[in-house]
Every structure is written in structure tokens, then in C-alpha cells.
């Protein structure tokens, strides 16, 4: 059973507009959330997060948005660059017997064309 | 340079064959994770240590066992290799603060 869900698998925009990947889960129990970027051949890297006592948080062109009730997230990236394409991955941490582990979703690859 | 360090980068193995991917930390991070990603599955947690001593099973374990005999070093090895683990591996590691994790750069195993 999937507990992150990320359920467009690819994602194209143009440079300069704005890109949305989104993320579900499952567990009221997650209680912070966050965002990876992975370029090909390298390990993911953090990108940005949000605690669930907060419903948006920005840094620079990214926003990640959250909405508790209906257990969905976003991340919008104003503008999109062409350094922008690689595959994003959502993640949630919280409880899970006794310790945090990160629950990834399958992760959204995105193409920002110039 | 702080950070993650995993070996080998690649390697191709006969199935049936044992297999150590290494993974040392020089953060003094106390929690470590191995994952697997592949196509359309994303990550997967094959194993995981909260602590130097302590391991713990994750989504996908069988087929992997781990050791934390210190705190920086996290081997992952297969006992004998079958083809559906052929995959790219990533170790990561997590400070007692903070939520995020560091990753690796990864091992791409084929297993033939």
C-alpha cells in the first residue's frame, strides 16, 4: 500500500512558466514533508520542506503548498528552467514504529523546454 | 569534503556471486538508510540503522543484509545475487536534527 503517491510520472512545461508536481498521501500520522531534485547518475538532493503545522513555505522560485485535509502537497516552480529538468521525488516522515524514516513517492520527472 | 561516499560507482555481477556495496559517512550522523530506485518504483528502503549496533528492516530486505559495527561505515550485501537486483543503490545518512536525509551518489549493480 502506497503511502506517498505521486501520480503523473512525467511532467513537460516551457522555460519561463510554471510547473506543479503533486503528491498524496495516505498517513495522517506524517507530520513534515519534503521535496528531492535528482539529476541522472547522482544521489537526490534536498530541495525544499514544510511542517504540517504550515501550509506553504518558499524559497526562491520554489513554494511548497500543503493542504492537511486533503492530504496533498505541491511544489510550484516560478519560473521553470531548463536546470530544472530531473525527477522530483516527495517525501513524508513521521512516527513509524518507534522511528523517522523518510516515505518516498515514485518520483515525477520533469522537462523544462527552452 | 563532508558528505557520503559510496563504492564501488558500478559493477556488474554473475548472479549467485557475494556482493559488499560500501557506504561511509564523515558526519557523525547516527541514523543510515539503503535504498533502491527503480524505474517507475522510485525508492525503496531495503534496510535502515537508527544507531552504531542497531539495524532495522525496510520495504525490500530479502535478498540484503546490513552491519553498523560504527558509526560511520553501512555495508549492504548481497549473499548471492539474483537479476531482479540489478538496480541503483543509494546510502544516506540523517543528523539527529532536521528531517532531511543525504544521499550518496549512488551504485548502479547489474546482475547478470
Known amino acids: 500500500d502506497q503511502q506517498v503517491k505521486q501520480n503523473s510520472p512525467s511532467l513537460s512545461v516551457q522555460e519561463g512558466r510554471i510547473s506543479i508536481l503533486n503528491c498524496d498521501y495516505t498517513?495522517?500520522?506524517?507530520?513534515?514533508f519534503l521535496w528531492y531534485k535528482k539529476y541522472p547518475a547522482e544521489g537526490p538532493t534536498f530541495l525544499i520542506s514544510?511542517?504540517?503545522?504550515?501550509d506553504k513555505n518558499e524559497d526562491g522560485r520554489f513554494t511548497v503548498f500543503l493542504n492537511k485535509s486533503a492530504k496533498h502537497l505541491s511544489l510550484h516552480i516560478v519560473p521553470s528552467q531548463p536546470g530544472d529538468s530531473a525527477v522530483y521525488f516527495c517525501?513524508?516522515?513521521?512516527?513509524?514504529?518507534?522511528?523517522?524514516?523518510?516515505?518516498f513517492g515514485k518520483g515525477t520527472k520533469l522537462t523544462v523546454n527552452p | 569534503i563532508a558528505g557520503i561516499t559510496q563504492a564501488p560507482t558500478s559493477q556488474i555481477l554473475a548472479a549467485g556471486r557475494r556482493m559488499t556495496l560500501r557506504c561511509t559517512q564523515d558526519?557523525?550522523?547516527?541514523?543510515m538508510y539503503w535504498y533502491r530506485q527503480d524505474l517507475g518504483l522510485g525508492l525503496r528502503l531495503i534496510h535502515y540503522s537508527n544507531t552504531a549496533g542497531t539495524t532495522g528492516k525496510g520495504e525490500v530486505p530479502d535478498g540484503y543484509s546490513v552491519s553498523r559495527a560504527n558509526t560511520d561505515d553501512f555495508p549492504l550485501t548481497l549473499a548471492s545475487a539474483v537479476p531482479s537486483q540489478t538496480s541503483v543503490y543509494f546510502c544516506a545518512s540523517r543528523g539527529d536534527k532536521g528531517f532531511g536525509y543525504t544521499f550518496g551518489s549512488g551504485t548502479r549493480l547489474t546482475v547478470v
Open positions: 514544510i511542517s504540517s503545522i504550515k
Open positions: 558526519m557523525r550522523h547516527n541514523a
Open positions: 498517513n495522517s500520522m506524517f507530520d513534515y
Open positions: 517525501a513524508a516522515s513521521g512516527p513509524q514504529g518507534g522511528s523517522e524514516k523518510l516515505v
